[in-house]
């Protein structure tokens, strides 16, 4: 802890600051459970995505399947050209927000490929569409998360160590100052006793002169 000075002025200092910690700690704490609520909401998010995107996918192999040629599907059909994102705002965290994707085709003789692999391109397309949503959603987690720490750490700081450490500087000040009021008029006492002793011993020699 560190040495605070025994005075008036400090006890002011230190009273104004524990206010400023209890007004600002239900902020704190709201906020971290806010950020708890948001990152749940946000993980179901990426899990039901996820589930989507493995769904798709059994079905697009399954389907896939049924077809001779499976074997003629072109490598490297489908590429990601573009991401769209905007931007949101949790609990005060900016956040990406996924707003879809362009995607582009690989070259291939439309005559001689199958009809089926422009069916299968589509499906790819809205797998990998699922699949970069999940990403993005994943990084809102982990910008929340990272936040939900920060206010973790100042909720922790505010209720074990500031509120705590500004309580006891008020008592020993309150103390030191009651203290030294305390002393202030005992001397005071003592000041006026020997003021009226010298002045009862002075009368005394004036009665014994005359």
Request: hydrophobic content about 40%; proline content about 2%.
């Amino acid at each position: 802890m560190a040495k605070i000075k025994l005075t008036k002025n400090e006890l002011k200092v230190q009273k104004d600051a524990l206010k400023m910690y209890q007004r600002y700690l239900p902020t704190l704490t709201l906020k971290k459970q806010q950020l708890q609520a948001e990152i749940r909401t946000v993980e179901l998010k990426v899990k039901e995505v996820r589930k989507e995107k493995e769904e798709l996918e059994r079905g697009f192999h399954s389907w896939i399947a049924v077809f001779s040629e499976r074997d003629a599907f072109p490598e490297g059909i489908i590429t990601v050209s573009n991401i769209r994102k905007g931007r949101g705002n949790i609990a005060g965290v900016d956040i990406p927000v996924f707003e879809g994707a362009d995607f582009s085709r690989g070259d291939y003789d439309l005559y001689d490929t199958p009809l089926w692999v422009d069916m299968a391109a589509n499906h790819m397309e809205k797998a990998m569409m699922l699949d970069l949503e999940a990403e993005v959603l994943e990084e809102q987690v982990s910008l929340l998360e990272k936040e939900l720490l920060s206010t973790s750490q100042r909720v922790n700081l505010f209720e074990k160590v500031k509120i705590p450490e500004t309580q006891a500087n008020i008592k020993k000040i309150s103390i030191y100052l009651a203290d030294q009021q305390v002393s202030a008029v005992v001397r005071s006492k003592i000041s006026k006793r020997k003021i009226a002793l010298r002045n009862e011993e002075a009368f005394e020699r004036q009665g014994d002169t005359l």
